[in-house]
């Protein structure tokens, strides 16, 4: 009778694992089709423009954006990939053909890129840049120099006027940017010349203004052409022993893009010159102080601009014109990685259960991994593959869910009794056969479970991955950082928060349509289990 009960068990079993298995196929080739449609647009022949990660450099990304879309009048196609980072992650996709062309600065490409001690000429800059297939040309017609600042009222109070003056001042709070921190060209060659005793704690460059103003530190490192300086009431520190270069902005392209691209080319050698710095002031206050778009303050440089840009209010930058592209960006960093990690992590989990000597370390090394803080790992992915954008995003987003699904197969095959095991050996089952007939289907709660923790981990992680050029709703997160906005930002973090939510919910539907299943198995467990 047990016998019979089971072999009708092990029936409706396999009968739903085939439908199952159909779904899963269907949805497998959908997730490929749509990254190899994806993959297919990436490798289109497109100027692909960037810029770091602070508001000047977006402003100037979209400024030349604009420039190529208006000359070429639709016949050039150009995006920006905004706010990649720091200068080696930007110079890194430059090298690597990521993107062609970014505004850099001559102090920065000679003392943080080529490692000079000295100002070079243009055409010193360009012979050494060569022999990594770049160029630098088109000087926009501004200088952007690095500082320190104080507010004016601290710095009377405690007697600072030039950078000397700092020496021996050791209670000043310096809450510095973490690039400046780490260039040659900042804090460590400053402290040098200077023979500063502070140690200064990194601070994204947004937020320090707030934390200046509010008395949480005292010292903070500017860019000459910041919109804040006035509004805060800071006080920029003479630089008397002349450390920092000069700043001009310039064009640092790959070598090949005048003759790829020679109308967009044309089109932004046009800004040579046109750009002064009362002109990028008021852009960059524009953007941080008016809440204006990047692309609303690229506008200005329009011989007539136009009054000034009113405060954003938040469904407007919500549902903006990025929000479907973000969307889209966001999905797919999601659901590849995680179907990435569904192939991979539930044969390990196999592997763990049916081999307990290995359980310990396939787990162990799961583990360590989920351990592993999330910039760190893309800068290691950066390095590592000579690569930014979307494909390490997506490495990172897989490996950060291998953990619940590798760990919940495990569980869930653990789980499935003796009883139904020798059942299906009854059958004359092979043990392929058996684990994929049986034990699978009857770990299927467990293993979707899994499933469901790294999906919505995954759409929390994701947002990390704008911060290397990856896109996504962290994107607007980046930006409402860089300037310090409180709306942008949330436009970018509700989404996030939104599909968490959707994709939650989501799978407890497909929860409750495999619940039977788990009931099943109870059952069979129960009128399997060996008397005794």
């Not at 950078?163 to 000043?172: I, Q």
């Not at 009431?233 to 790829?260: C, I, K, Q, T, W």
């Not at 797919?332 to 049916?354: C, D, E, I, Q």
Request: glycine share 10%.
């Amino acid at each position: 009778m047990g016998s019979t009960a089971h072999r009708n068990g092990l029936q409706g079993h396999m009968g739903e694992k085939r439908r199952y298995k159909y779904r899963v196929a269907w949805l497998s080739a959908a997730l490929s089709a749509a990254a190899m449609v994806l993959a297919s647009a990436a490798q289109a022949d497109t100027l692909k423009i960037g810029s770091k990660r602070f508001t000047e450099s977006y402003i100037l990304g979209e400024v030349m954006l604009r420039a190529v879309n208006e000359m070429a009048q639709g016949k050039a196609d150009a995006v920006h990939r905004q706010g990649l980072g720091n200068t080696g992650i930007v110079y890194a996709a430059l090298k690597g053909g990521a993107i062609d062309v970014y505004a850099e600065y001559t102090g920065t490409i000679a003392r943080e890129i080529l490692k000079l001690d000295h100002n070079p000429s243009l055409d010193e800059l360009n012979r050494l840049l060569s022999r990594d297939g770049l160029a630098v040309a088109v000087p926009l017609g501004f200088n952007n120099s690095y500082a320190l600042a104080m507010r004016d009222d601290r710095a009377q109070q405690s007697g600072v006027r030039r950078l000397s003056d700092l020496v021996g001042r050791d209670g000043l709070k310096f809450g510095l940017s973490q690039e400046f921190i780490g260039r040659a060209d900042g804090w460590p060659g400053l402290k040098s010349a200077y023979g500063l005793p502070q140690q200064p704690s990194g601070l994204d460059h947004g937020l320090a203004y707030e934390a200046i103003a509010a008395g949480r530190i005292d010292v903070m490192d500017i860019y000459s052409t910041d919109a804040k300086i006035e509004r805060f009431g800071l006080r920029v520190l003479e630089d008397d022993r002349s450390f920092f270069p000069r700043y001009d902005a310039m064009l640092l392209h790959r070598l090949d893009l005048p003759g790829r691209f020679p109308q967009a080319w044309q089109a932004l050698s046009r800004l040579e010159k046109r750009i002064d710095e009362p002109a990028m002031i008021r852009m960059n206050a524009a953007a941080e102080l008016q809440g204006r778009s990047f692309a609303g303050a690229a506008r200005l440089l329009d011989p007539a601009p136009g009054a000034p840009g009113a405060k954003r209010s938040f469904w407007p930058v919500l549902f903006g014109d990025d929000f479907w592209r973000l969307t889209g960006e966001h999905l797919l960093l999601v659901f590849v990685s995680l179907a990435a990690s569904v192939a991979v992590g539930v044969p390990l989990g196999v592997l763990a259960a049916r081999l307990p000597a290995t359980a310990q370390t396939v787990l162990g090394i799961c583990g360590v991994i989920q351990t592993i803080p999330s910039l760190a790992l893309l800068a290691f992915l950066i390095a590592l593959l000579g690569a930014i954008g979307t494909f390490p995003a997506l490495i990172a987003l897989f490996l950060y869910a291998l953990l619940p699904i590798v760990r919940n197969t495990h569980t869930g095959l653990v789980a499935v009794s003796r009883g139904m095991r020798e059942a299906a050996m009854a059958l004359g089952l092979t043990g392929c056969e058996r684990m994929l007939l049986v034990e699978l289907p009857l770990a299927a709660p467990s293993i979707l479970a899994g499933i469901k923790t790294s999906a919505v981990i995954n759409v929390g992680t994701a947002t990390i991955a704008a911060f290397i050029g990856a896109g996504g709703y962290g994107e607007r997160i980046a930006t409402g950082l860089a300037i310090n906005d409180n709306t942008t930002l949330l436009a970018g973090a509700l989404p996030a928060a939104a599909l968490a939510m959707v994709v939650q919910g989501v799978f407890e539907l497909t929860e409750r349509r495999f619940g039977w299943m788990g009931r099943a198995r109870r059952a069979s467990q129960s009128a399997g289990q060996p008397a005794g």
